[in-house]
């Protein structure tokens, strides 16, 4: 009986000695660092791997749970610290991305993972995981958000050379009502007895001439700056009828007629707004383009914007010009392919990969009778869904 107990003591203690030898290679040869925290002590392990990821050697990161918060980045602690509260109280999946100061005082970015314990009351007694090294995909996702940032602006600069003839349209038209009140107020003024309610008048005019004239100019300015993407809450009857505004001489220079059919109660969108306004502009340009290679009849485009769904805004940009061709419909969003002979074939790609980050889709069909219609979603901001 003994020698059965006996027995049974070293096939366990043989047991539990490959279980750390497996644990210790496990630990050994991942790439990851691990962490297993006792909650109630404070008390932390950190793998030797956890360390170096850091920069630390095996002896001098102490092994502490304040360690860890210390190193972390400011800007990301209230929303790690978040992350535990909700996996220890609500028992949310742990899986976050932050920024931890290495030895040297720079940050990476690092993936954490982990899972706790809790006892029958449900208290957590110990949590444990692993960090993986993110920091490489994050800069690589940083240069590749910048270069976007800047063939989007390329784009912009391109679209607004096709449209200097109506931006100087709109700007010349306030320019000129300020040099006629101006030669009017001179008028009344070179009287004996002059009117200076009608000179208080004109001066009203000026001043609204000039105020036309900086919102015309900050507009294009807006769409040719090469900032990082900046988001917001947006109003999208305003934001689509400033592109109208800049384009509507280009467009009626061409014998085209341009409609608006704006919902009275579009919700706010969030985004952001030069994005947003250079893909209703490239839409358009890309219409106009349509109609004038369709020869005669029809000439005719309609922007609306509707709420079409529970959480989204709908807006379409309709066409009658020439259409598209069956064996172009997929691939009319590839970048560099056009069916114009100058063309880049970069306006209708860098406009899908716009709206694809921002939440939605954008998508042509056919007309029934004439033209196309092009159609892109973008998310209500989430207290206008309440």
């Known amino acids: 009986m003994l020698w059965i107990q006996i027995k049974k003591r070293r096939q366990a203690e043989i047991k539990t000695r490959k279980s750390e030898e497996r644990y210790t290679l496990a630990v050994r040869g991942s790439t990851d660092g691990l962490w297993d925290w006792k909650t109630l002590s404070g008390e932390v392990f950190y793998s030797d791997r956890f360390k170096e990821l850091i920069g630390y050697s095996p002896d001098e990161f102490p092994g502490t749970f304040d360690s860890f918060r210390d190193h972390l980045h400011p800007e990301d602690l209230d929303a790690t610290l978040k992350a535990i509260e909700q996996h220890h109280q609500e028992r949310v999946p742990y ?13 990476k970015w690092f993936r954490a993972r982990g899972q706790a314990i809790w006892d029958e009351h449900g208290k957590v007694l110990r949590m444990a995981g ?57 008028r009344l003024l070179a009287r004996d007895t002059p009117d200076l309610h009608e000179v208080d008048k004109i001066l009203t005019g000026i001043v609204t001439g000039n105020r036309r004239a900086e919102a015309v100019i900050q507009r294009i300015r807006m769409l040719m700056k090469n900032e990082q993407s900046e988001r917001s809450l947006i109003d999208v009857k305003t934001f689509i009828k400033e592109v109208a505004s800049l384009l509507r001489k280009n467009i009626e220079e061409h014998n085209i007629s341009l409609r608006l059919e ?59 010009g020439i259409g598209i061709h069956e064996e172009n419909k997929d691939r009319i969003f590839d970048a560099f392919f056009s069916t114009k002979s100058q063309g880049m074939g970069m306006g209708l790609s860098i406009s899908r990969s716009i709206i694809e980050e921002h939440g939605g889709r954008l998508w042509v069909t056919q007309n029934p009778v004439q033209g196309a219609t092009f159609s892109f979603t973008v998310p209500i901001h989430k207290e206008d869904l309440i």
Do not use: C
């Open 130 to 186: 692993s960090i993986q090294d993110i920091n490489e995909r994050k800069q690589m996702g940083k240069k590749s958000q910048s270069l976007r940032d800047e063939l989007n602006h390329m784009s912009r600069v391109l679209s607004m050379g096709e449209i200097a003839a109506s931006l100087a349209h709109e700007i010349n038209q306030p320019l000129t009502a300020i040099r006629s009140y101006a030669q009017a107020a001179q």
């Open 95 to 107: 899986d976050v991305e932050y920024r931890l100061r290495t030895k040297r005082g720079e940050y």
């Open 262 to 320: 704006l919902d009275a109660n579009l919700p706010q969108v969030f985004g952001d707004r030069v994005q947003l306004q250079q893909v209703v502009l490239n839409l358009i340009l890309n219409g106009l383009e349509a109609i004038n290679a369709g020869g005669d009849g029809l000439r005719e485009l309609v922007v609306r914007a509707s709420k079409d769904a529970v959480d989204v805004v709908t807006i379409s940009v309709q066409d009658s």
